[in-house]
């Protein structure tokens, strides 16, 4: 009977207690929302902030390794705003972590900072204008992520710092990403083995976000260095024995074989060093390659393919060979749960506003480098990413490959470690090349500016979801576990023996950084990097007004006229 009575006062009192339970959990969403309010509203005051940061790491240019000014500028900025900084992690005197806060979750937040070879331009100018010719430039946008991410990051500290929100704030840069040089490095150093989830963020044409396999392949990156013996090259050439010959035979051979390998890799090579002078016959000479694929044992395998087309290249020319891994990456895999709730955050925001000077910039430039589509700059969001297919094709011959890939990306180690997301935002030009003077045309501009404070508010959004909603992490862990390493466990591409390659680029930076000094942009006395260059924004020749003005006649919808 006692039981009875228990059961049905159970009965009686469960609506009232899911009641108590539905108010309590609106109550809680309703802080989180006026809590995202808040920090919104504080990136968009903090906008010529993120403006500066931009356009400072925009005018230093500085090459993978060799990022010695962003760093000074990024440490120096962090340490004022109180964050504990940590510089030269994993033997790397460009990288660091700053970290502030106390407790759980840790909450890591990164972005790249390196640029490209030869790709100095002007921004604004829809042509190709060098600030400095053949100097680096920022030709993908990595002076742009890091300036979305303090801003984004210093909003929510603020509100920690009121409201006493416990947890850890994170971050870091990708040095040398161009050369897939060190996150792998990281991780092996043990830099992420506290960390509980991680956003990463990286320059794109549109605000979004994927999750699962993103369609990239893993990469090797790999030095063959080739010794033979000097000798005069006219005087007594059967004496020498040309490293060249076996850097220009490895090439040939790898050239054949491309026809026998499978469809889903991409290698590509430089020779980074040649020899001397014609007439002496080269004792030492070196081929840099990459090696991508798809799959860890796909990449492992097309890497030692290249070592046995070296090892016969050197038996041919009775040279000795050796190699050095300079960088890897595994194919990134993003995180569902955390992208599901930075999508919500995504949706929330929204494009950015684009003036009509923004579109013109946008469709000159889509013009002059004959853009598949001359379309402008993104008015739609973009829905969320969804897995690429790694679903087995069955080819003609009954082999069954992996669906192709493309490019590689080292935040992939970290993904295959952490739970990870991606947010791209929208601060370059649709349709370019990549990797081009082209795609630094927009980076210090009004259409980067509004796409780095676009995604610094999702940003935010998604840190307070992460610190405020344990059971986000939960979930990023449980699909972790459960889902994405349940059947493929990582495995470093790289050894422990191996160390970063930090004098890569050293020489070129030596050459161009003091005709780049000049050119640092100086926010105390200019507003914006446009200004201090005297740029008229946008800057178009005639021709190319015209050209954007017959495209916009030939794409505006027919009018429909009455028969009356």
């Given amino acids: 009977m006692k039981n009875c009575t228990k059961l049905?006062?159970?009965?009686?009192?469960?609506?009232?207690?899911?009641?108590?339970?539905?108010?309590?959990?609106?109550?809680?969403?309703?802080?989180?929302?006026?809590?995202?309010?808040?920090?919104?509203?504080?990136?968009?005051?903090?906008?010529?902030?993120?403006?500066?940061i931009n356009d400072m790491l925009f005018s230093f240019s500085e090459l993978g390794f060799q990022e010695e000014e962003s760093f000074n500028y990024l440490t120096t900025l962090l340490e004022k705003e109180g964050f504990t900084v940590k510089k030269g992690i994993s033997g790397i005197p460009t990288a660091w972590i700053?970290?502030?806060?106390?407790?759980?979750?840790?909450?890591?937040?990164?972005?790249?900072?390196?640029c490209i070879p030869k790709a100095s331009q002007k921004p604004g100018v829809a042509y190709k204008e060098p600030i400095v010719e053949g100097a680096p430039g920022h030709g993908e946008g990595h002076n742009s992520g890091q300036a979305l991410n303090i801003v984004a990051v210093l909003a929510v500290k603020k509100l920690m710092e009121r409201d006493k929100i416990p947890g850890t704030l994170m971050l870091w840069p990708g040095v040398a990403e161009e050369l897939v040089g060190t996150k792998a490095f990281y991780v092996r150093d043990g830099y992420f083995k506290d960390v509980d989830a991680c956003i990463f963020t990286h320059v794109g044409n549109n605000l979004g976000v994927s999750w699962g396999d993103n369609g990239y392949n893993g990469v090797i990156s790999v030095k063959f260095n080739f010794e033979g013996q000097a000798a005069h090259a006219a005087g007594a050439p059967w004496r020498g024995r040309s490293a060249l010959d076996a850097v220009e035979l490895m090439n040939v051979g790898w050239n054949y074989r491309r026809e026998h390998l499978e469809l889903t890799q991409r290698s590509h090579y430089v020779i980074s060093d040649g020899g001397d002078q014609p007439?002496?016959?080269?004792?030492?000479?070196?081929?840099?390659?990459?090696?991508?694929?798809?799959?860890?044992?796909?990449?492992?395998?097309?890497?030692?393919?290249?070592?046995?087309?070296?090892?016969?290249?050197?038996?041919?020319?009775?040279t000795k060979f050796s190699y050095e891994i300079l960088g890897s990456a595994w194919p990134v895999h993003t995180n569902r749960p955390i992208a599901a709730a930075m999508y919500d955050n995504i949706k929330k925001v929204g494009l950015p506003t684009w003036t009509s000077d923004d579109q013109l910039l946008a469709h000159a430039s889509q013009i002059e480098l004959q853009a598949p589509k001359v379309e402008g700059l993104a008015v739609k969001l973009d829905s969320m990413g969804m897995p690429a297919s790694t679903a087995p094709v069955v080819m003609m011959g009954g082999q069954a490959m992996t669906p192709m890939g493309g490019g590689s990306d080292d935040i992939a180690d970290i993904s295959w470690s952490l739970p990870t997301v991606v947010l791209r935002y929208p601060s370059n030009i649709p349709g370019l090349p990549g990797h081009h003077w082209s795609n630094a045309i927009s980076m210090a501009t009004p259409i980067a500016h509004k796409g780095i404070v676009a995604g610094a508010k999702a940003e935010a959004m998604t840190l307070l979801d992460m610190l405020l909603k344990p059971e986000i992490i939960k979930e990023a862990w449980a699909y972790y576990k459960d889902e994405?390493?349940?059947?493929?466990?990582?495995?470093?591409?790289?050894?422990?023996?191996?160390?970063?390659?930090?004098?890569?680029?050293?020489?070129?930076?030596?050459?161009?950084?003091?005709?780049?000094?000049?050119?640092?942009?100086?926010?105390?006395?200019?507003?914006?990097?446009?200004?201090?260059?005297?740029?008229?924004?946008?800057?178009?020749?005639?021709?190319?007004?015209?050209?954007?003005?017959?495209?916009?006649?030939?794409?505006?919808?027919?009018?429909?006229?009455?028969s009356r």
């Avoid at 309703?30 to 993120?50: F, P, S, T, Y």
């Avoid at 407790?103 to 390196?114: E, F, H, M, R, W």
């Avoid at 007439?279 to 694929?293: D, G, L, M, Q, T």
């Avoid at 591409?493 to 003091?514: D, G, R, V, W």
């Fill in 8 to 52: 049905l006062m159970a009965i009686l009192l469960a609506p009232t207690l899911l009641l108590g339970q539905a108010k309590k959990a609106a109550k809680g969403t309703d802080k989180i929302d006026k809590l995202k309010a808040e920090a919104v509203a504080a990136v968009e005051a903090n906008k010529v902030q993120a403006q500066q």
């Fill in 98 to 114: 700053a970290t502030w806060g106390s407790g759980k979750p840790l909450i890591a937040v990164g972005s790249d900072i390196d």
């Fill in 279 to 318: 007439n002496v016959v080269p004792s030492k000479a070196a081929v840099w390659y990459y090696f991508r694929e798809r799959t860890y044992p796909k990449i492992k395998k097309l890497f030692e393919t290249g070592v046995k087309i070296a090892e016969g290249a050197a038996m041919m020319t009775d």
């Fill in 484 to 562: 994405q390493t349940k059947d493929i466990k990582y495995e470093p591409l790289i050894s422990p023996k191996e160390q970063p390659a930090i004098y890569l680029n050293q020489k070129i930076m030596s050459e161009f950084k003091p005709k780049l000094t000049p050119f640092y942009y100086n926010p105390s006395k200019y507003k914006t990097y446009l200004e201090q260059l005297g740029i008229t924004y946008p800057t178009l020749r005639d021709d190319q007004r015209e050209a954007v003005k017959k495209a916009m006649e030939k794409s505006a919808p027919a009018k429909v006229t009455s």
